[in-house]
């Protein structure tokens, strides 16, 4: 009950406040009138089995897996061009059983709670959507999608560490929460419809905080058959500390193809040689392109029979890191994930039926530890420099180590279907970068399905206002 109490208290705080926020905006000596407000909601249910999976020694034999979210909040309009949206979401679940294969951990068998934000950001138009030329400022904290068909895999640029680069992904949330300043200017030319979005983000949910992002994603729609997009993350470029960033900790310095520390002569004095020492660095520029093609409207009479996403063949290509550091990051091809997907016809019967394939090489730990918690020698900063390798072991075959061929490949199946204007069901299947929960509510530090044979189901019903 404590527990509870806590989230219930947390929340209404968090409510309170967001409310308040609207309010003083649109107080009289503002200048400014509230022409609609919209208050949003939904709840979910989520449940579903690893069929198999694999975390640090700990087999998942049809693990079951589930929880519950509720979520509010508003979208006010304070003028013609002004936008205020905020909102947030609770989650009630149960840790995964980390403890051991053969008896839970205390903590997965009680319930778990967690509340957080979902969204706070005000957005400033500059004309009308439908206009030549539309622009638009936004300044918050915001989701954001780049790849619109993209249903589990990709978003490259945004959903991964870099240095190493690890991958990330949400069951039914293609997309990343951003924070920062975003400007959009949309060309409607005809045919033709050009967007660009220029960001400076700074980073909030991983190491290091504090850091400064410039990003740039464009995007251009041929006839809505053609959709060609690319962009470029300077990640952690502009840093508030130059420790974090780039730690000058030993357990970090470059290190050559035998492993030894890479030190080369910075001068000669009276017979003293003075060393420097290069470091591995979070910085790093991620370019991303990708391309959609939507054969419908050449279709004519039988395209218009399709569901609005059916037909639909896209693809999606990253590098997280264009540079190469001698031992842990000499291969560029080992930080290339490529993506495609195919929206299988229903004829409208579901709303979308999609599959997804990702081939990514990278043959380092999927661990996030060393960019997690402070480690080092010092142990005083966060390291980009993998984390310990993933301890295989199955207890179902035997009581030692086994060795396993772990998988370049994944994949996922995703349909959706909505039963009424308020309702939906979404099913999943997948092998792809699910990492399962801990008990303070943050996903694991590996993922756990990395073998040929690892897969799970996730399934949802959700409702919303």
């Not at 527990?3 to 649109?26: D, H, N």
């Not at 004309?127 to 638009?136: Q, R, S």
């Not at 030894?260 to 003075?274: A, F, H, L, R």
């Not at 060795?403 to 309702?423: D, E, H, M, Q, R």
């Amino acid at each position: 009950m404590g527990r509870k109490r806590k989230v219930s208290v947390f929340a209404a705080a968090v409510c309170g406040i967001l409310l308040g926020i609207v309010e003083l905006t649109i107080a009289d000596d503002t200048g400014l009138s509230v022409k609609n407000i919209q208050f949003t909601g939904f709840g979910s249910y989520e449940f579903g089995q690893v069929e198999q999976g694999n975390y640090n020694g700990i087999y998942f034999d049809h693990y079951w897996d589930h929880q519950v979210y509720a979520g509010s909040g508003f979208i006010a309009n304070l003028s013609e061009n002004m936008k205020l949206v905020a909102g947030i979401e609770g989650k009630m679940w149960n840790a995964a059983p980390f403890a051991n294969v053969g008896a839970p951990s205390r903590q997965s068998t009680e319930q778990q709670f967690s509340v957080w934000v979902t969204e706070a950001d005000g957005t400033y138009s500059f004309g009308d959507t439908t206009d030549k030329v539309f622009a638009k400022l936004t300044a918050g904290y915001f989701p954001y999608k780049y790849n619109p068909e993209s249903r589990n895999l990709g978003e490259y640029m945004f959903r991964s560490f870099t240095y190493p680069g690890l991958l990330m992904n949400s069951f039914d949330f293609p997309a990343a929460d951003l924070l920062g300043a975003k400007a959009s200017i949309k060309l409607n030319l005809d045919q033709i419809q050009i967007s660009n979005d220029f960001m400076l983000l700074e980073q909030a949910a991983t190491w290091p905080y504090g850091a400064f992002s410039l990003a740039y994603v464009g995007d251009c729609n041929f006839a809505k058959v053609i959709d060609f997009g690319a962009g470029v993350d300077f990640a952690n470029y502009i840093s508030v500390n130059s420790n974090n960033t780039t730690p000058t900790d030993p357990a970090n310095a470059i290190r050559d193809d035998s492993g030894n520390v890479i030190q080369t002569i910075q001068s000669i004095k009276g017979g003293d040689t003075t060393f420097d020492t290069s470091y591995y660095t979070f910085k790093a520029i991620k370019p991303m392109a990708r391309l959609t093609f939507d054969p419908k409207p050449l279709l004519g009479d039988f395209g218009r029979m399709l569901g609005s996403e059916d037909l639909k063949l896209y693809g999606e290509g990253a590098i997280i890191g264009t540079e190469n550091y001698s031992y842990y990051y000499d291969n560029i091809s080992q930080r290339m994930p490529v993506m495609f997907g195919f929206y299988l016809p229903t004829f409208k019967i579901l709303d979308m039926l999609n599959i997804e394939f990702e081939h990514y090489s990278n043959p380092l730990s999927t661990g996030t530890y060393n960019q997690s918690y402070l480690v080092g020698s010092s142990a005083a900063t966060c390291l980009p420099v993998p984390g310990p390798q993933l301890v295989t072991f199955n207890p179902l075959n035997s009581a030692s180590a086994e060795a396993f061929s772990t998988t370049t490949w994944k994949w996922s199946v995703y349909l959706k279907k909505t039963i009424t204007p308020n309702v939906a069901i979404t099913i999943q299947c997948a092998r792809d970068h699910s990492r399962p929960n801990y008990s303070d509510g943050y996903p694991g530090f590996y993922e756990m399905l990395i073998f040929p044979n690892d897969w799970m189901w996730t399934a949802k019903i959700s409702a919303n206002l």
